[in-house]
């Protein structure tokens, strides 16, 4: 089943004319965009895209499905409202379970848009981390939706009968005290982090297992002045000066006036998130529904960005 995700994706490379520039516009990186891309390939079946090493050109093929996916999702989104403007009585019930930041940072703009009654769905909302997120799925009567992250390769594991659809990356930047005197978006290395103090996770839990051989990788080894698993605490704590910080870009949403927020080019981490659907409660409803999410979280990252 084509994504209606990577139908989006290919309008915008195919009328911007790279993956970088469709990257751009849609808040996502230009890795992720050649993953759908591929997808979208192996989806279909079709060649889209002849690569090279410096750039990518769309085939035949892809001007032609670009026409149809224009249409497709004009279509969809006209069916659907069709839809629950004929059945405005009826809604699906759907129980979501979901991690806190995309509960507090992402979920709210949804229900507060105008067309949220529309969509029909009876949201019932369960958060968590996505270790609990998921055994939820596991018992098979908990939850039919989970919205889970992964940082690199976390092991976390899902259940081999759902689906799971990508919605999005959350990235990782670095934050400084403000009264560090480094000003935002400052060209700064990592090697010039190794002497600073630092605000990390506890040893042993997969984020910090992940973020210490990314650092190590840069040469970066440092100097940890405070433990933290909670990134609104690390932020709080960077402000008042104790350490920089490894935080994501949903977290930064309510970050205080006391950091500045770095782009270290050596240091690039992102926490992958995915919805897992049980299978025979993958509507067309709960398509547009996980879709929505995931064009709200790229605005934010795109926000966050450019902020």
């Given at each position: 089943?084509?994504?209606?995700?990577?139908?989006?994706?290919?309008?915008?490379?195919?009328?911007?004319?790279?993956?970088?520039?469709?990257?751009?516009?849609?808040?996502?990186?230009?890795?992720?965009?050649?993953?759908?891309?591929?997808?979208?390939?192996r989806d279909t079946g079709v060649v889209?895209?002849?690569?090279?090493?410096?750039?990518?050109?769309?085939t035949d093929a892809a001007q032609v499905m670009t026409r149809h996916a224009s249409k497709v999702l004009t279509d969809i989104d006209a069916l659907l409202a069709a839809s629950s403007r004929t059945h405005a009585a009826t809604s699906q019930e759907l129980r979501l379970g979901i991690f806190p930041s995309l509960a507090t940072y992402v979920l709210p703009r949804l229900l507060r848009s105008p067309s949220w009654p529309d969509l029909g769905i009876n949201l019932k909302v369960s958060v968590a981390e996505p270790g609990q997120t998921i055994q939820?799925?596991?018992?098979?009567?908990?939850?039919d939706v989970a919205l889970v992250y992964q940082v690199g390769q976390s092991g976390l594991a899902w259940p081999h009968t759902v689906s799971r659809q990508w919605i999005g990356d959350d990235n990782f930047r670095v934050v400084l005290p403000k009264s560090w005197g480094i000003q935002a978006?400052?060209?700064?290395?990592?090697?010039?982090?190794?002497?600073?103090?630092?605000?990390?996770?506890?040893?042993?839990?997969?984020?910090?297992?992940?973020?210490?051989?990314?650092?190590?990788?840069?040469?970066?080894?440092p100097q940890v002045a405070v433990h933290s698993d909670d990134f609104n605490a690390s932020l709080q704590l960077a402000s008042v000066g104790l350490g920089a910080a490894l935080v994501p870009e949903l977290a930064l949403q309510n970050r205080p006036d006391g950091v500045v927020v770095l782009d270290v080019p050596e240091i690039r981490l992102a926490?992958?998130?995915?919805?897992?659907?049980?299978?025979?409660?993958a509507t067309a409803q709960v398509g547009v529904f996980v879709d929505r999410l995931s064009g709200i979280l790229n605005e934010l990252s795109r926000d966050t960005r450019l902020g």
């Open positions: 089943m084509v994504n209606p995700v990577h139908l989006r994706t290919l309008v915008e490379v195919t009328r911007l004319g790279s993956f970088a520039a469709a990257a751009t516009r849609l808040g996502y990186t230009a890795s992720a965009v050649s993953q759908q891309m591929s997808a979208l390939e889209l895209f002849q690569r090279s090493a410096r750039s990518v050109q769309p939820g799925l596991r018992t098979g009567g908990e939850l978006n400052a060209e700064v290395n990592a090697a010039q982090l190794n002497d600073v103090p630092w605000i990390m996770h506890h040893p042993g839990t997969p984020d910090a297992m992940v973020i210490e051989r990314l650092f190590a990788s840069c040469n970066l080894h926490r992958n998130i995915f919805a897992l659907l049980i299978n025979d409660k």
